[in-house]
């Protein structure tokens, strides 16, 4: 069993979103870099604990990136893993790099391919169900369970106001989100294994991109809160009845 | 040349996301000059000529039941098909469940620029530019879109469902079934209650609350306005609600009209599930709680004071 887990880099959840050049890059300084939550949390660690089920699992990460993402994967290789593979490409359009992850998965032999739900900075959604389609393999999305049994996969995953349970045999992409793990803190010799590690760096196969960021703006700026007296909540609701017009 | 809308249907009926990504597909359409379609695979009970009223001129189908069970792979595969043998230039499906894993699918199959999770119309002056959610809802950004077919997944409660009084055409359109890779075992919905992810009204409770037992005021207030209920993360965490409840970063991200917040403190993951939202109501004994910077309306006070109350005049407003 081959197993490659997608892990991109984003800004730590409370860094402020800020635009440079004319608004049409993100500001990045003074931000902290983490691993994407829903690839560190539900992804990577639902993959380790495949693997430590079945000890012959091979267990590799691939990022798609330029080489200021190295810590972040020797921070994913520190939770567990046996080696990663940064693609070397600078892109944010979901199609290039998926591109890039399918080749990785084609040329590696994986029966299994993991990604998080989304990346908590472009909320694409999209990288999973791509990478998919590029390699003509089934697509469960939004997966909150996976379990193996030889080759066939059972799954449960999300659907408008519930869930449903499904199964597919391997080769398989599946993107994971709460649910499929609990988070893991890597331990001191996580962290010291992880240095010596292999961090492979691939070139990327030339793929033309299908979209580009224009530009950013923030939303507009709050009005202010309209506070009502506790000692009067009939306002509250008036308020929202006939100013709102929302109730 | 048309936009071609994918419609979305669950126990036989169309989600009203895509009667949203219906009506946004047709005013597309008429801002570009073509024709609006819509596709539907697999069996429903709706009427399909009334989504003449959010404006498609046509409505394609594929009466086959195994297509009630959802698997992207086929569904884009007939998809693409279906672009194909009608000439659609724009593919509209919702951001939902469903489209998060089709339109990324039809994207790479037809080498379509996807824009995933769009909020407003295009903007087709110079190219085709459109906007969109990132960093969990704190900004947007504009997609330039270069490829000669483009995908929209539309993001629920963005855009409004119109109501003309058109009828659609509705007609059987043949398209290859391909063997589905996906087989569903079970469905485990939660009975009566509206999906957080549909709803336009929501109450949310936090771990202000205290626990569990208390949250019979938030059910009380929902169930009066017919709104889905939501939590905080550690409210979840401590198992007080249900997982699918929680929203926030971490969780889902709800845009309803109105997030009625009951004893959340309002930290930046939990709002960036929720700023979206139109109207923010935050009930929360601290006046130093930061959801009240980012809230509409807002009560500094007890809940367990002041919630009592407000169902009490909602009872009445409701004349109940
Ligand atoms: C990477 C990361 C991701 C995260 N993702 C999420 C996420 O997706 N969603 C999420 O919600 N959180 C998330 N969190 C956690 C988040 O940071 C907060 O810890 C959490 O939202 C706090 O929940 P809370 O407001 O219910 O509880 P608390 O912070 O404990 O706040 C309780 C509030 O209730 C008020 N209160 C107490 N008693 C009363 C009363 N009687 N009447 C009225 N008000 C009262 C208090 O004044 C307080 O403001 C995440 C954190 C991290 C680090
Ligand atoms: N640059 C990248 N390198 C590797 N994996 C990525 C990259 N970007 C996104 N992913 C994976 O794809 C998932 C969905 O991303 P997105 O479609 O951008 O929301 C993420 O949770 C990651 O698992």
Redesign the interface.
């Known amino acids: 069993m081959k197993i490659l887990v997608c892990i991109s880099k984003t ?1 730590d ?2 860094a402020k ?1 800020a ?1 440079t050049d004319n608004n049409t890059k993100f500001a990045t300084e003074g931000v902290q870099w983490i691993i994407n ?2 690839d560190e ?1 539900y992804a990577l660690v639902r993959a380790i604990e495949l693997k430590e089920k079945d000890p012959t699992t091979v267990l590799h990460l691939v990022n798609v990136g330029g080489s200021e993402n190295d810590a972040i994967i020797r921070k994913a290789l520190a939770l567990g893993g046996d080696e990663a593979i940064r693609v070397n490409l600078e892109s944010q359009d ?2 290039t790099i ?1 591109s890039q992850i399918a080749q990785v998965a084609k040329d590696g032999g994986y029966d299994l391919v993991f990604t998080g739900k989304e990346t ?15 390699l ?7 997966a ?1 369970k996976l379990e193996l049994n030889g080759s066939n996969a ?1 799954l449960t ?13 391997l080769p398989l992409v599946v993107s994971a989100q ?2 499929m793990a609990e988070q893991r803190i890597p331990n001191m010799k996580g962290i010291m294994g992880a240095r010596t590690k292999p961090l492979k760096v691939g070139e990327p196969v030339a793929v033309e ?11 507009p700026a ?2 202010g ?6 000692d009067n ?2 306002e ?6 006939e100013e ?1 017009k ?2 | 040349m048309s936009v071609l809308v994918y419609i979305d249907h669950t126990d036989g009926e169309i989600k009203k996301s895509s009667l949203e990504a219906a009506s946004y597909g047709a005013q597309l359409a008429s801002q570009l000059g073509v024709a609006a379609h819509g596709l539907v695979l697999g069996t429903l009970n709706a009427d399909l000529p009334a989504l003449g009223k959010q404006g498609l001129q046509k409505v394609h189908q594929v009466k086959n039941d195994s297509l009630n069970q959802f698997d992207p792979g086929q569904q884009a595969a007939m998809v693409a098909e279906a672009v194909t043998n009608l000439g659609a230039t724009v593919v509209v499906v919702s951001n939902n469940v469903t489209g998060k894993a089709l339109g990324p699918r039809l994207s790479a199959r037809l080498k379509a620029g996807l824009v995933a999770g769009a909020v407003a119309l295009p903007d087709t002056s110079n190219g085709f530019v459109v906007k969109k959610a990132v960093f969990s809802g704190k900004a947007f950004a504009q997609i330039a879109v270069s490829s000669p077919i483009k995908i929209i997944a539309l993001t629920p409660n963005a855009f409004s469902v119109t109501n003309g009084d058109g009828s659609a055409e509705v007609a059987d359109i043949n398209l290859t079934v391909p063997a589905a890779k996906i087989k569903v075992t079970g469905t485990n919905k939660i009975k009566g209650q509206i999906p957080l992810s549909e709803a336009e009204l929501v109450v949310s409770g936090g771990r202000g609350l205290k626990g569990p037992e208390n949250w019979g005021m938030i059910e009380e207030l929902a169930d009066l306005l017919g709104a889905a209920t939501a939590c905080s993360r550690p409210v979840a965490d401590s198992h007080w609600r249900p997982h699918h409840e929680h929203v926030g970063q971490t969780g889902g991200a709800v845009a309803p009209n109105l997030y009625f917040a009951v004893g959340i403190s309002g930290a930046i993951q939990h709002l960036a599930g929720v700023n979206r939202s139109k109207v923010i109501v935050v009930i929360n004994k601290d006046p130093e709680a930061p959801f009240f910077k980012a809230a509409d309306y807002g009560i500094v006070g007890d809940a367990f004071e002041v919630m009592p109350k407000i169902i009490d005049s909602v009872k009445k407003l409701k004349g109940k």
């Open positions: 800004p959840t409370t979103i635009f939550p829903y949390w979901s199609f998926a908590i900075d472009y909320n694409g959604s999209s990288i999973g169900g791509m990478v998919a389609e590029l003509d393999w089934p697509y469960v999305s939004l909150t059972s995953r999300e659907i408008e106001g519930g869930e449903e349970t499904v199964e597919a045999s709460k649910g991109a299908l979209t580009s960021i224009a530009g950013f703006e923030l939303p709050k009005a809160v309209k506070l009502v007296p506790a909540p009939e509250l609701v008036r308020l929202l009845h709102a929302v109730i």
